[in-house]
């Protein structure tokens, strides 16, 4: 195999893969980017058998073939490359020529036939959906998710797509670890007569790359998720990521989602979030429970840490209800605050050892945070 491309061409496609290649040891050739040439394009794959990232980019075929190159060496070896063309050659026993303007590396590969194969997509249906619309939907969704936890499937985003009312339909992100609950919603624009509800799993990996894929922007055109048996595939342009989905059964989000939270409070988003980051300085490291007191016109935030002190800060608020103490971990609260749109932000309550609802009104999102003891 021979071929020249761009350097912003390479380093663009290995920067789309390094998400997902494999940084342990327990397979040398998921370390490893699979490079195939043909027809005026090279493809570029990258997987670690539970996600897939694959995507073609323009270059001058020289020789077509195949060849795999380890994606951490590869990818420092083309940051340091000037702009300009880059020819890869590849040679016997799997080793690799790469050369630059009058740089020169020559590295060892392994052979592509050990290189997974590419999974063939099981999907039937097929949804475009709006580039910004999914971004925020992961936005506002993803922070709650699971980080390595025990329970397996809080490591994953909920995905529904369900009717909302009479022909239209929606799609709905949800993300919990058991401490707190964000929840977000969008309607579909596109037709979407022929598609099924569907409730499904996405591993949180997923989703990250999926972020990252529509931040890069560019005139790739709108996005496309396809939903199989047992795998998400999203497509937007020549990128193409395929991810299994995450069996079991999600918890009963429903269920966590207060009623009857009578006490209703608005605050300036910037005001409340500017209070929280400053108290928690003084907060327990581990817990970063922060002290929240309501009363009339005001929230009272209080930190205490025997061995560093305490803090106190008060942010006027819209309350006229009868005031009370409860607890939260501040951090959980900003994040919830951190996607929110509009300058105010409103906050339900029932009691002291009830959940705090965060709401945006007609922006289909909702935030709740589990109260905890200070």
């Not at 999926?210 to 890069?216: N, Q």
């Not at 395929?242 to 939270?261: A, D, F, H, K």
Request: with cysteine.
């Amino acid at each position: 195999m021979k071929i020249k491309i761009e350097r912003k061409e390479l380093l663009t496609g290995i920067q789309r893969v390094q998400g997902v290649v494999e940084k342990r040891n327990t397979m040398p050739i998921l370390s490893h980017i699979l490079m195939e040439a043909q027809r005026e394009k090279i493809a570029l794959f990258a997987t670690d058998l539970e996600i897939g990232i694959q995507g073609a980019y323009p270059a001058e075929i020289l020789e077509p073939g195949r060849l795999t190159f380890s994606a951490r060496k590869l990818y420092e070896i083309i940051r340091e490359f000037p702009e300009g063309k880059v020819e890869i050659t590849g040679e016997a026993n799997n080793w690799v020529v790469i050369q630059s303007g009058k740089s020169h590396f020559r590295i060892v590969g392994l052979p592509p036939e050990e290189f997974p194969t590419p999974p063939s997509s099981d999907a039937e249906s097929k949804l475009p959906i709006d580039a910004a619309a999914l971004s925020d939907l992961i936005r506002r969704t993803l922070y709650a998710s699971g980080e390595n936890d025990a329970r397996y499937i809080l490591n994953g985003v909920l995905v529904q797509l369900q009717e909302a009312d009479g022909k239209k339909k929606l799609i709905r992100f949800v993300a919990t670890d058991g401490h707190r609950l964000s929840l977000a919603e969008v309607p579909i624009t596109a037709d979407a007569g022929s598609l099924s509800e569907q409730n499904i799993i996405v591993p949180k990996k997923a989703i990250l790359e999926i972020k990252k894929a529509l931040d890069e922007g560019g005139d790739e055109g709108a996005p496309e998720l396809a939903i199989g048996k047992n795998q998400l595939v999203f497509r937007r342009g020549s990128f193409i990521l395929t991810s299994r989905l995450m069996e079991g059964n999600y918890p009963n989000y429903r269920q966590v989602i207060p009623n009857g939270n009578d006490k209703r409070v608005s605050v300036n988003r910037e005001e409340l979030e500017g209070g929280l980051r400053r108290v928690s300085l003084l907060a327990r490291e581990k817990t970063n429970a922060v002290k929240f007191t309501l009363e009339s016109g005001r929230i009272l935030l209080n930190s205490n840490n025997p061995e560093m002190g305490e803090a106190n800060e008060e942010v006027s608020a819209s309350f006229a209800g009868e005031g009370f103490s409860t607890g939260f971990n501040a951090r959980y609260l900003l994040d919830a605050l951190s996607v929110l749109e509009g300058e105010e932000a409103t906050l339900e309550f029932k009691d002291a050892l009830s959940p705090c609802l965060i709401k945006e009104e007609g922006k289909g999102f909702l935030a709740v945070v589990m109260p905890m003891r200070v």
